[in-house]
């Protein structure tokens, strides 16, 4: 009799510890698959930020929300006063200009990355751009767009794993990145690229 209930507590010993098992070891195949399912492309599913989540400074010092942008097509670019690209600020404010009623902004960030085209301060950008081309669109202070000191905004703009979208760094002055109503990056056109281009323009006139 005492040999059958050892048996019988040994068998319900086993039974219990093989339950244990079976259930870690779904356990440690549920959690494997959840983490499978959370990446695509090797990045995150995670929300992404979005362009309104950022603060920055405009030209004149003020912080400027980007949030306050929400609902608006945004065209950003770096630009520079000494370059052979900087005509294109005459482009880029007919463009402001021609679709600001369609809830569309042109956001200038000056930058001196390329070749020193850029060495003024904030009040002579400012002034340049005002008096040569009379840009009307925001501008913002002086940052940069790539190197150790890439301001967090462009992290963003030019990092797939933060931006969800692509991976691509500034190469000149006057790259233009798209950015829809949400705050998502959309496109990138590059420095060469006119502004007024049919590219851009269907982008801000698509529905």
Not at 141 to 166: F, H
């Amino acid at each position: 009799m005492k040999s059958y209930y050892g048996i019988n507590l040994l068998f319900t010993l086993f039974m219990f510890l093989t339950i244990q098992v079976i259930g870690q070891q779904k356990v440690t195949s549920q959690n494997k698959n959840n983490g499978n399912a959370n990446l695509k492309d090797g990045v995150s599913l995670v929300e992404n930020k979005t362009l309104h989540d950022f603060t920055v400074k405009d030209i004149d010092g003020k912080p400027f929300n980007m949030a306050s942008l929400k609902g608006k097509k945004v065209l950003i670019v770096n630009v520079a006063s000494k370059c052979g690209f900087t005509p294109q600020y005459e482009d880029l404010q007919t463009l402001y200009g021609r679709y600001k009623t369609r809830n569309f902004v042109v956001i200038g960030f000056p930058a001196n990355n390329f070749k020193n085209q850029e060495p003024g301060i904030n009040r002579d950008i400012k002034e340049f751009c005002t008096a040569n081309y009379g840009v009307t669109f925001p501008m913002m202070e002086k940052i940069s767009v790539k190197g150790e000191d890439q301001a967090p905004l462009y992290k963003w703009l030019t990092r797939k794993a933060d931006n969800g979208v692509m991976d691509q760094e500034v190469t000149w002055n006057f790259q233009k990145y798209l950015v829809d109503e949400q705050g998502r990056l959309v496109d990138v056109v590059m420095p060469k690229e006119s502004p007024l281009s049919d590219k851009i323009v269907k982008w801000i006139t698509a529905d």
